[in-house]
């Protein structure tokens, strides 16, 4: 029986191995169907993580350290991907793609919210480099500079106020000729000199080179006539894939609350509505979708992960 099974090897599930197995739990396995490091790995750099400043250095960069430290301390890293979590009286049996399962006192699920892609030319090719999904990150790397934004819901109005401070203009595109968008939000975009709408309207094509993001095509559906943007860095809103199926029972309903969008209800410990069972990161409600903010959640989770199994003890 392990003391704790972690679900997802991203900064989230990383931090929470590290501080569980250096709490001096014996027996934690993290679960990642992929390489340990999460989505940051995609990144071709990071800005915003403090004590790490190193401009030459990848997402990649970054979380190959996190795994040498996490593992030093006796964290075990299983790559196989998880298929199911359930409660079987007091403790968890972790189901995986494969069949095989595994039992646990504990579980911190781990497993992220992968922002979706709209679909046009360009767009995986430029991601991380130019095409972003995250205006906290990388907003400041447009300083001074003209930003497109694609989308017309609460997110990508919110998102384009925030890089209106930060960039010289925005330029809102949206496929319709009205706004998603909560009404006072929208008030607030209109009165923001440097937010220009361009509604009617889709992403055709990002293009570039090696060296990035050199420019976006926008075409009017309404026209066909085709715009071209140079110089300018690409942010997609248009929604989030919480990745929460391995919260969800063999007839599809999940084992412990969710919202509407399907983030996990947690408390101020990361704990769920059901006693053991932890969510970090990402995949929470109200994750402000960052690293620093995913770690501080996996070492939460754990601290209350080695409370419990000391009250079981
Ligand atoms: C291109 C890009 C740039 C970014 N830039 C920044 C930045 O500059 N600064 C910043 O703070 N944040 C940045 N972010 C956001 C940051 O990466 C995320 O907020 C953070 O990684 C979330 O961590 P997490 O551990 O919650 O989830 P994730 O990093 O998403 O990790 C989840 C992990 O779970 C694994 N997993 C999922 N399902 C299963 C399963 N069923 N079984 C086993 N494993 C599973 C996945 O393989 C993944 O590795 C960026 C994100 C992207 C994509």
Request: charged share 20%; aromatic share 8%; hydrophobic share 35%.
């Amino acid at each position: 029986m392990l003391d704790c099974a972690i679900i997802g090897g991203g900064p989230a599930g990383l931090t929470a191995g590290l501080y569980t197995t250096r709490g001096g739990l014996k027996n934690v396995t993290m679960f990642e169907m992929g390489m340990p490091g999460g989505q940051i790995t995609q990144s071709s750099e990071i800005e915003n993580y403090p004590g790490f400043f190193e401009h030459d250095k990848t997402g990649m960069d970054f979380m190959n350290t996190w795994q040498k430290q996490c593992f030093h301390f006796g964290l075990k890293h299983e790559m196989k991907k998880v298929e199911r979590v359930s409660k079987t009286g007091e403790h968890f049996t972790v189901t995986l793609e494969s069949g095989e399962s595994v039992e646990a006192m504990t579980v911190v699920v781990c497993t992220g919210s992968t922002p979706k892609r709209a679909g046009f030319k360009g767009e995986d090719a430029f991601f991380g480099k130019g095409v972003s999904t995250c205006a906290t990150c990388d907003g400041f790397f447009y300083k001074d500079k003209p930003v497109t934004v694609l989308g017309g819901g609460d997110t990508a109005l919110e998102e384009a106020l925030y890089l209106s401070n930060i960039c010289s203009d925005v330029y809102v595109v949206h496929r319709r000729d009205t706004f998603r968008a909560a009404p006072p939000t929208i008030e607030r975009i209109k009165k923001k000199s440097n937010i220009h709408l361009i509604t009617d309207s889709v992403i055709e094509e990002a293009y570039g080179d090696a060296m990035g993001l050199a420019g976006v095509k926008i075409r009017n559906v309404k026209t066909d006539e085709l715009t071209q943007m140079e110089n300018t860095g690409l942010f997609v809103f248009v929604g989030h894939n919480v990745q929460n199926e391995v919260l969800k029972d063999e007839n599809g309903a999940f084992i412990c609350d969710v919202n509407d969008w399907g983030q996990v209800i947690v408390d101020l410990s990361m704990k769920t509505s059901v006693e053991g069972l932890y969510a970090a990161g990402d995949i929470r409600i109200e994750a402000p979708k960052q690293v620093v903010s995913a770690a501080g959640d996996g070492a939460v989770a754990a601290l209350q992960v080695i409370s419990t199994i000391q009250e079981q003890a």
